[in-house]
Nanobody, 115 residues
Framework: QVQFVESGGGLVQPGGSLRLSCAAS????????MGWYRQAPGKQRELVAV???????AHADSVKGRFTISRDNAKNTVYLQMNSLKPEDTAVYYC?????????WGQGTQVTVSS
């Protein structure tokens, strides 16, 4: 069963940048579409960005032009580059397959955007 470990979160000022990483276990990583998801306090988890096995990407309207998803299949890793961060981007960020595997959610990484 594939598992994910997210890292790279932290506290950043509005307008700042962060790069999240997600390391996946197992040899089948390259076969999956991968997604970044986030959950803000009191809100449902939402899809932020997705990348296919061959690198095609899609981003939620709320982050389009600011966030970029990418992947390195040789490292079993997916990334989320986040620029021009806003307070409303504050959330716990998770990676998972796209669509998500119910039993594969990791601990996530906290991103807080505040001055």
């Amino acid at each position: 069963q594939v598992q994910f470990v997210e890292s790279g979160g932290g506290l950043v000022q509005p307008g700042g940048s962060l790069r999240l990483s997600c390391a996946a276990s197992g040899s089948a990583f390259r076969l999956y579409s991968m997604g970044w998801y986030r959950q803000a306090p009191g809100k449902q988890r939402e899809l932020v960005a997705v990348i296919s096995r061959v690198g095609s990407t899609a981003h939620a309207d709320s982050v389009k032009g600011r966030f970029t998803i990418s992947r390195d299949n040789a490292k079993n890793t997916v990334y989320l580059q986040m620029n021009s961060l806003k307070p409303e981007d504050t959330a716990v960020y998770y990676c998972n397959t796209g669509p998500p595997a119910l039993n594969a959610w990791g601990q996530g990484t906290q991103v807080t955007v505040s001055s």
